[in-house]
């Protein structure tokens, strides 16, 4: 797939992070965030990791550091900020971990690093040619269901009308970027050891499809499965749990 160059002045990988200056990066993981959220909403699950692991978040128009801009963009340009913003920094052995849309991208991006990326963890996210739920919302009226059955969102967000109005904006764009990221995903083939997460009681994404993730990749697939909703890797309950898994893919 061809790439373009962002024309955004923003990054689209800032850290999420600050790198100690006495330790030297050893790996880089990119991470990439769900629908209508931005990267730090995933940083208690990197938070913990090791001072040697540079940690990268994809930062999409319209949220965080960004939330200025218009919201909306295309596969090729987040995959374009791969080559310009990723590759462009000094080599480092690559991770990638993604949550429901971020599992499309992150499967997207580890295709594109090729030999640069060793392992992926992909949450919250069919795999092949099964049917999304979130590819069915048409409306503004779809999407705050979407909002409030998948749960995540505050509620204040949900009572603010102006905010909830400015979410639902940045949901509705990134669901069309989730359509582009599936078309012809079921052709999409690794090389690493692949890390499936998924929730037993997650209304958005069936868990029982989760093994098809196998066919993803050449190498070892592991899936497990979580007590929990749409973000249950967020509950503390099992936020230790995806860190080691973070850890194990890290190691590869």
């Keep these: ?134 590819h069915a919302t048409s409306s503004e009226e779809d999407a705050v269901r979407l909002l409030r059955d998948g749960g995540g969102t505050p509620e204040w967000v949900m009572q603010d009308p102006d905010m909830l109005a400015h979410v639902t904006r940045v949901l509705r764009a990134d669901i069309d970027l989730s359509r582009e990221a599936a078309v012809g995903f079921e052709d999409i083939r690794l090389d690493v050891p692949l890390h499936v997460l998924g929730g037993t009681a997650d209304p958005l994404v069936p868990h029982e499809p989760l093994d098809g993730w196998a066919d993803h990749t050449t190498g070892p697939c592991r899936v497990r499965r979580f007590d929990g909703d749409h973000f249950f890797l967020l509950a503390d309950a099992h936020r230790a749990a995806v860190v080691d898994t973070l850890r194990e893919a890290l190691a590869h």
């Design 1 to 134: 797939m061809s790439t373009v160059k962002s024309s955004s002045t923003a990054p689209w990988w800032p850290l999420l992070r600050l790198q100690g200056a006495a330790v030297a990066p050893r790996v880089r993981l990119l991470v990439f965030p769900h629908s209508g959220a931005g990267p730090n909403t995933l940083f208690p699950l990197v938070e913990p990791l090791p001072d040697d692991v540079e940690v990268l978040g994809l930062s999409l128009p319209g949220r965080e550091r960004r939330f200025g801009e218009t919201p909306g963009c295309r596969l090729d340009e987040v995959l374009g900020s791969v080559t310009d913003e990723v590759l462009g920094r000094d080599p480092l052995p690559t991770v990638v971990f993604g949550h429901s849309l971020g599992a499309l991208l992150a499967t997207r991006t580890a295709h594109l690093l090729g030999p640069h990326c060793r392992a992926a963890v992909v949450s919250g996210q069919v795999p092949g040619r099964t049917r999304r739920r979130a």
